[in-house]
């Protein structure tokens, strides 16, 4: 998604990670698997993207990175 945003736009001003999900239960009823999709879409998915936009803006040396 970076580099096809980069090839459109000559450059990246801004990144803003705002996916987040919850599993409403109790943690002694919530599954592996439910814990698994928290973790993965609230922590891992802004990891690398946070990681392949600030490859680009370094090379930029501009760029903003926003975490809701």
């Given at each position: 998604m970076i580099k096809?945003?980069?090839a459109t736009?000559?450059?990246l001003d801004i990144?803003?990670?705002n996916a987040g999900v919850t599993r409403d239960n109790l943690l002694?009823?919530?599954s592996e698997?439910?814990?698994n999709t928290v973790l993965?879409?609230?922590l891992k998915a802004a990891?690398?993207?946070i990681k392949a936009a600030a490859r680009t803006m370094m090379k930029q040396r501009n760029?903003?990175?926003i975490n809701i």
């Open positions: 096809e945003t980069v736009h000559d450059h990144l803003v990670n002694m009823r919530m698997d439910d814990w993965n879409i609230n990891f690398i993207a760029g903003r990175i």
